[in-house]
């Protein structure tokens, strides 16, 4: 019983090689375009934490 068919693809097969570990790559746009994080300062913290009693552990 052959069949015709082609062997069924994976996602892994159609991924390229992974780079080799060790060779820099510089940030795609993509990740330059991310938002960075605000640091909040010690006062800033102590306030933001004063008006949200559910978050104290």
Not at 29 to 46: D, F, G, Y
Request: charged share 30%; hydrophobic share 35%.
């Amino acid at each position: 019983m052959s069949s015709d068919k082609p062997p069924i693809k994976r996602f892994a097969d159609l991924k390229p090689a992974p780079a080799a570990p060790g060779v820099y790559a510089p940030p795609t746009p993509k990740v330059s375009r991310q938002k960075k994080a605000k640091v909040l300062t010690p006062a800033e913290r102590a306030a933001f934490l004063a008006s949200r009693p559910d978050l104290k552990s």
